[in-house]
């Protein structure tokens, strides 16, 4: 499912559009990248503005995910 990822505050990037099926799948895509490697474990993670505590979430195709850091309220 192509879905669009969000960084905000402090992660501060260009928008993500990824190929992935699930929260879990997304994970190992964002930890390939050294500098949101730590803040991964910290941020709340949004779905269409809900927030989703399960990595086996499953996405679909036009999702917008947000990751929110602690600094932003997350």
């Known amino acids: 499912?192509?879905?669009?990822?969000?960084?905000?505050?402090?992660?501060?990037?260009?928008?993500?559009?990824?190929n992935v099926d699930n929260l879990k799948e997304l994970r190992y895509v964002l930890r390939r990248d050294?500098?949101?490697?730590?803040?991964?474990?910290e941020c709340a993670i949004v779905i269409n503005d809900e927030v989703i505590t399960?990595?086996?979430?499953?996405?679909?195709?036009?999702?917008?995910?947000?990751?929110?850091p602690p600094v932003c309220g997350g």
């Open 1 to 18: 499912m192509n879905v669009k990822v969000e960084f905000l505050g402090p992660l501060a990037r260009e928008p993500w559009h990824v």
């Open 34 to 41: 050294d500098e949101l490697l730590s803040w991964l474990d």
């Open 54 to 68: 399960s990595l086996d979430y499953p996405l679909v195709e036009g999702d917008v995910v947000m990751l929110l």
